[in-house]
């Protein structure tokens, strides 16, 4: 397929064997995509592109193509800094619309545009600006996970690493927070500030219950459970630790402890597996079905010939309000840092060996 000989299909054969085989994959499975991992690398080569990866993507996409794997924040960080003329964005529409936001001047491509989320879609700017004028006296803080239109109306953006830092860096004892209920009150436990939150909430996040991690706690001696803050309060209450992806990965890293579950989208787990194949995950997790819109062959077509809705546009004015909460975010985060994640403003992310 594609022209290349049996010689370059082998050895790309086995370099997807020695990292895909921790995540359970077989050498046939992989040389069945040895092909199409090929010549996505190449055309992104020719066009001067760069793929990233979310961590929740499969694990062909971050270790077969994915130039950069992490967070949403950390790698809109990315897309902005590098050199490139196109990203390809393995992930949900917002998460294009923020590396978009970030920079504006890239051509940013989105392998499947109808791959949404729950939480991003639970508002609109109507929806803020109706808000706005029932409480005229807040700050507006709105989660990353949000469209570039709603961002634009809010006043500050944040990501679950910096959220609480932006609220008590806030310049009213009254935050709006939107739109995750779940980090809403789970924010409102940590702060003396006045929380009103939204009833947006996260398909994967909200599935979890603390009943589930007593019974894996009994199950696995040792193991350290490590929630997102996108989860219902009394899960959160059961972790080791409370985070984002980012400050999961950083925890499985710099711990010495070996097993580990990550309450949080399944593919977070399959990375880990391949990144450290000496600690083991286990327990619950729950596929995002947004996420897994995305796949090789996506990410191949969007790179031959994108159709206009794959290619990330976004409004002068929202472009500009967008960019100016996203702005504030970092300003305030070095404010009100939470001196426990000093870098909580970068967004986690990961340089691929892929070639
Ligand atoms: S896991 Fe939840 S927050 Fe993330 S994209 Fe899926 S629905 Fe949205």
């Not at 809403?184 to 009943?211: Q, W």
């Not at 593919?267 to 327990?283: H, I, N, Q, T, W």
Request: overall charge negative; charged content about 25%; glycine content about 6%.
């Amino acid at each position: 397929m594609f022209g290349y000989s049996q010689e370059a299909l082998g050895a790309e054969s086995d370099r997807l064997h020695q990292a895909l085989r921790h995540a359970g994959w077989t050498p046939s499975e992989c040389g069945l995509i040895a092909p199409l991992t090929l010549r996505i690398r190449d055309l992104a080569r020719q066009q001067r592109a760069v793929i990233l990866g979310h961590s929740y993507q499969t694990p062909d996409i971050l270790f077969g193509v994915a130039d950069y794997r992490g967070d949403s924040l950390g790698l809109s960080r990315i897309a902005r800094d590098c050199d490139a003329d196109t990203i390809v964005f393995c992930g949900v529409r917002f998460m294009g619309e923020t590396a978009k936001v970030l920079s504006p001047t890239k051509r940013v491509l989105l392998p499947n545009p109808d791959a949404g989320c729950s939480l991003s879609e639970a508002i609109t700017g109507e929806d803020v600006r109706r808000l706005r004028r029932m409480h005229p006296d807040a700050t507006f803080v709105c989660y990353v996970n949000t469209s570039a239109e709603v961002k634009a109306a809010c006043d500050v953006c944040c990501t679950s690493a910096n959220a609480l830092a932006i609220v008590e860096a806030a310049p009213t004892d009254h935050v709006v927070f939107l739109p995750d209920t779940f980090m809403a009150r789970n924010l409102a436990a940590m702060t003396t500030k006045r929380i009103t939150g939204f009833d947006g909430r996260c398909i994967v996040h909200e599935t979890f219950s603390a009943e589930a991690l007593a019974a894996w706690r009994e199950r696995v001696p040792g193991l350290r459970i490590l929630v997102h803050t996108e989860s219902p309060p009394e899960v959160v209450a059961a972790a080791d630790l409370a985070g984002g992806t980012g400050d999961m990965v950083d925890y499985v890293r710099r711990s010495p402890d070996t097993s580990f579950m990550l309450v949080t989208e399944c593919g977070l787990a399959d990375r880990m597996r391949v990144e450290y194949p000496d600690k083991s995950f286990v327990g619950t997790c729950a596929l995002c079905p947004h996420m897994k819109r995305i796949d090789l062959r996506r990410v191949l077509q969007v790179l031959e010939a994108p159709r206009p809705e794959q290619i990330v546009q976004i409004p002068p004015e929202v472009q500009a309000g967008a960019a100016a909460a996203i702005e504030r975010m970092f300003e305030w985060t070095a404010r009100g840092q939470d001196a426990s994640r000093p870098h909580s403003n970068a967004g986690e992310v990961h340089r691929s060996s892929n070639p």
